[in-house]
């Protein structure tokens, strides 16, 4: 029964803990690097009740250190997907009709377990396992995450209080129902914060999830899902699996009760399901939700007006934090002739004053990339631009060196050709390359930026002339659906800069806002009226 209607008003956005030397937030997080290093940890697939454990075990080893063994998870099969499946539809009803009150104030006591008890866990499990230094695991596993649970347990508060209008006689409400069915989160490595937010912004709606995260994000997936249970999440709302992707793909993709799709990751893998769900759509009782955001190829373009300063930052920033493995990270900029001299100079001192190496040494600034397979990708684009008749140079950087962890250098290349691989092709890596030119034709380059790449997730321009601002805006409105002026691409703060995409990256579905919520609410109109007719004819009908 409904005694009151709750409202959850606009909440502040987690501060940013800055670990200045002898802080008690340094000396805590330290001391969980320490401790989780010295225990191995056995990391169970969670399915309904079950810590459900296969002995087909995977190492958990972080990128910076790969002979280091921090655990083990247990990998399923289909028929765990099956179980998993099973196990969110047999307490949908339940969730779904338990209070707003009291499925809320589940994700705002995990926001709060986050932001105190569990805060140097989170941050240490995403440090280790996915090689962040210690503020970009602050500004991702805690801060971000903790503001994705807030914001979306108010955001939802006040779609709840969207009611429609009603007339004389007439009542008329909404009721803003979960989808029909289970959802499936796959989520990427590199954000903590996304691996949270895809399956608890679909469980906060009111629906059951079965999750899948990267197999390099295993390590602080388990710690929020082990958050997640002690702020009293019911078992099966939300299951966390370790299954390779075609497998669970297929037994997902072909069940009747599939009812939507939250993923961040590629653009081949999300056109890939998109593919094998319109070949099942004859299988499902309701037409499914795709939220997909997905790859890009973030761009910077610096006006002649520009300062060299805020370029050169923007671009070592945008660029270079989080190793480049961000989905926004600035991969591409062009930089006109009459300041480009400048701004490679200060880039490469930038640059050359980055010191890379363990998380554990919280003066390096550049750890490692995520694992081999995106080492040696990235070094042989680094390798090619090396050839002489490649069309290319490298400004600065380029070493590549696996032997402890995988370290690729933060590398500068400049191409003389704007259509250059490295120009077009998504890296998602420490690598920027970089085109200059003419001062004087501006508009050329707008062209060339809106036309490069099949992405159009972020940009950034820079530049003291507001005219030229005002033209870049106007002419690159369909090049990013997050866009920066006089700032580096990356760093969208959940309630300011809701973030996604459109073109190859993705629905723009907008996470850490209301748009995105709205996908998973399936709305029914009640119409209620106090008198109604008991004739069918209408006063048009009579002629006298």
């Known amino acids: 029964m409904q005694y009151g209607d709750f409202y959850y008003p606009l909440p502040t956005n987690e501060p940013v803990l800055n670990y200045a030397p002898g802080s008690k937030e340094k000396l805590a997080l330290k001391a969980a690097i320490k401790e989780l290093k010295s225990n ?15 002995g087909n075990t995977v190492a958990i080893r972080p990128p910076h250190e790969h002979k280091h063994v921090l655990g083990h998870f247990h990998t399923g099969e289909a028929k765990h997907v099956t179980k998993a499946i099973n196990a969110a539809l047999k307490v949908k009803d339940k969730w779904a009709s338990l209070s707003w009150e009291n499925r809320a104030n589940i994700f705002l006591k995990a926001a709060d377990l986050l932001a105190t008890k569990y805060r140097p866990y989170i941050n240490a499990t995403t440090m280790l396992g996915q090689s962040k230094n210690a503020h970009q695991a602050e500004i991702d596993s805690a801060c971000e995450l903790i503001d994705f649970l807030r914001f979306n347990v108010h955001f939802l508060s006040e779609i709840y209080r969207r009611q429609p209008i009603s007339s004389p006689g007439i009542y008329n409400r909404m009721e803003y129902r979960p989808l029909e069915g289970f959802v499936f989160a796959l989520t990427p490595f590199n954000f903590t914060a996304i691996g949270g937010n895809l399956p608890t912004s679909v469980a906060m709606c009111g629906n059951v999830v079965v999750w899948k995260c990267a197999n390099t994000q295993v390590y602080s997936a388990q710690m929020f899902m082990r958050i997640l249970k002690e702020a009293g999440l019911p078992d099966g709302v939300i299951n966390l699996v370790f299954i390779d992707g075609p497998t ?17 990751g590629s653009t081949g893998v999300f056109n ?16 499914p939700r ?22 050169a930052t923007a671009l070592a920033r945008g660029a270079f934090e989080y190793q480049g493995q961000k989905c926004s990270a600035a991969s591409r900029a062009y930089l006109p002739s009459n300041i480009a001299a400048e701004v490679k100079k200060k880039l490469v001192e930038i640059v050359k004053a980055m010191k890379m190496g363990t998380v554990e040494d919280f003066t390096n600034f550049i750890n490692a990339v995520i694992d081999e397979k995106s080492f040696d990708k990235l070094e042989s684009y680094i390798k090619n631009a090396r050839k002489r008749d490649s069309g290319a140079k490298i400004w600065v950087g380029g070493k590549c060196d696996k032997t402890i962890g995988y370290f690729i250098e933060p590398t500068i290349i400049e191409a003389t050709d704007p259509n250059y691989i490295t120009m077009c092709n998504e890296l998602f890596g420490p690598v920027l390359t970089v085109y200059v030119y003419d001062e004087n034709k501006f ?71 209301e748009l995105n919520l709205y996908r998973w ?13 008991t004739d069918f004819t209408y006063p048009f009908m009579a002629e006298k």
């Open 443 to 513: 508009d050329e380059a707008l062209k060339l930026v809106d036309s490069t790449s099949p992405y159009a997730l972020t940009g950034a321009i820079i530049a003291s002339d507001r005219f030229a601002v005002e033209l870049a805006t106007n002419k690159l409105r369909n090049s990013a659906g997050n866009f920066y002026i006089n700032d580096k691409p990356t760093g969208a703060v959940v309630g300011q800069q809701p973030f996604g995409g459109a073109r190859a990256s993705g629905t723009n579905d907008k996470a850490g806002s």
């Open 521 to 533: 609410l399936s709305a029914r109109t009640i119409k209620e009226t106090f008198n109604p007719p």
């Open 272 to 287: 890939n399901m998109w593919a094998s769900i319109g070949n099942n759509m004859s299988s499902y009782k309701t037409y």
């Open 290 to 311: 795709i939220v997909g955001e997905t790859g890009g190829k973030d761009f910077v373009i610096a006006h002649k007006s520009a300062d060299v300063d805020v370029v």
């Open 40 to 54: 191995k940890i056995d990391v169970p697939m969670y399915i309904g009740a079950e810590e459900v454990r296969t």
């Open 248 to 264: 669970i793909g297929n037994v997902i993709f072909n069940h009747p009760d599939f009812a939507g799709l939250h993923f961040t």
